[in-house]
């Protein structure tokens, strides 16, 4: 059964703003913590924004800072990914992801990729110039 479920992506201009999002199961919900990762062609899979906690704890990469917010909707079982003045360098494939764990306040957006074991399919964005 699917747990986790992307969508919003899409094919943009740089500047421009895309809100994901991320429908979970109440098992994957019910993690302490959940993610964003992304993953270019010929790249390493990257870690981009995290909320933890009950969503009291957030914590982005440095190359998102300012520009990126994640949140969730309790009512919806739902993690949003708000991305505004998108770059080239913000095209990926962008990944939804679930940890029950509590690691997530320890290590923050250092938590290795693989401590996930919940993941969605993904959600292509593509930023042109």
């Known amino acids: 059964q699917v747990q986790l479920q992307e969508s919003g992506g899409g094919t943009l201009q740089a500047g421009g703003s895309l809100r994901l999002s991320c429908v979970a199961s109440?098992?994957?919900?019910?993690?302490?913590?959940m993610g964003w990762f992304r993953q270019a062609p010929g790249k390493e899979r990257e870690g981009v924004a995290l909320i933890y906690g009950g969503g009291g704890g957030t914590s982005y990469a440095d190359s998102v800072k300012g520009r990126f917010t994640i949140s969730q909707d309790n009512a919806k079982n739902t993690l949003y990914l708000e991305m505004n003045s998108l770059k080239p360098e913000d095209t990926a494939m962008y990944y939804c992801?679930?940890?029950?764990?509590?690691?997530?306040?320890?290590?923050?957006?250092?938590?290795?990729?693989?401590?996930?074991?919940?993941w969605g399919q993904g959600t292509q964005v593509t930023v042109s110039s």
């Open positions: 109440q098992y994957a919900y019910n993690s302490d913590c």
């Open positions: 992801a679930a940890d029950p764990s509590r690691y997530c306040a320890v290590l923050g957006i250092g938590i290795p990729a693989q401590r996930f074991r919940i």
